[in-house]
């Protein structure tokens, strides 16, 4: 079966960066990009971007393009998202999603929670 | 402000069908396919409805999604205590040239 698991919760301050790692597992991971959508607390689900899976081609959110970075590492079929210059306002639960095309996201990973605050 | 429009409530009772309503534009629902998700309290989403109106394997019937024009629905039929959630819908949209979501509707059973 499908499953993307992530990395653990992480604590940071503001102007730091963060990296939130997903590891793909069940499907052929070359087959399908990555979006990944963040939620902040009581609030509701915000699209950051997505990656492709086979040649790494990347769409970036306006709001956040200039500060995030997705990647992936094909030999172990892993998905990478990096946030900088964190802001109070980047507290938030981060998924990682499969995606096909961009917009039929399928499956989702349990979340990383990302906490920013001095 | 979300791109896509829903209610940000509805409710029912036991064996009665609640219908969620997403509202969105040309842009998006209009040209492209709708997505539903479901998040039960402190879990990830899950897929509920893709396409526009095919449920994934497993899923019961008493879920079923529809659209016309710009403006997409779900209904969920014989409401069950278990179906207490939030609702999402969501697309992509052709002018952001991104996915967008709906603000989310919860879901209360009474």
């Known amino acids: 079966q499908v499953q993307l698991v992530q990395s653990g919760a992480e604590v940071k301050k503001p102007g730091a960066s963060v990296k939130v790692s997903c590891k793909a597992s069940?499907?052929?991971?070359?087959?399908?990009?990555i979006s990944w959508v963040r939620q902040a607390p009581r609030q509701g689900l915000e699209w950051m971007g997505w990656?492709?899976?086979?040649?790494?081609?990347?769409n970036y959110a306006q709001k956040v393009q200039g500060r995030v970075t997705l990647t992936t590492d094909t030999s172990t079929s892993t998905a990478y998202m990096e946030l900088r210059s964190l802001r109070s306002d980047d507290t938030a639960v981060y998924y990682c999603?499969?995606?096909?095309?961009?917009?039929?996201?399928?499956?989702w990973g349990q979340g990383t929670l990302v906490s920013v605050s001095s | 402000q979300s791109v896509l429009t829903q209610p940000p409530s509805a409710s029912g009772t036991p064996g009665q069908r609640v219908t969620i309503s997403c509202s969105g534009s040309?842009?998006?629902?209009?040209?492209?396919?709708v997505f539903w998700y479901q998040q039960l309290p402190g879990t990830a989403p899950k897929l509920l409805i893709y396409?526009?109106?095919q449920r994934p394997s497993g899923l019961p019937d008493r879920f079923s999604g529809s659209k016309s024009g710009t403006s997409a629905s779900l209904s969920i039929g014989g409401l069950r205590s278990e179906d207490e959630a939030d609702y999402y819908c969501?697309?992509?949209?052709?002018?952001?040239?991104?996915?967008?979501f709906g603000g989310g509707t919860k879901l209360t059973v009474l």
């Open positions: 999603t499969r995606d096909y095309t961009g917009g039929r996201i399928d499956h």
């Open positions: 069940g499907y052929t991971f070359h087959t399908y990009g």
């Open positions: 990656i492709s899976g086979y040649n790494g081609n990347t």
């Open positions: 040309s842009s998006n629902i209009g040209s492209n396919y």
């Open positions: 396409r526009n109106n």
């Open positions: 969501a697309a992509w949209d052709d002018s952001l040239s991104g996915v967008v």
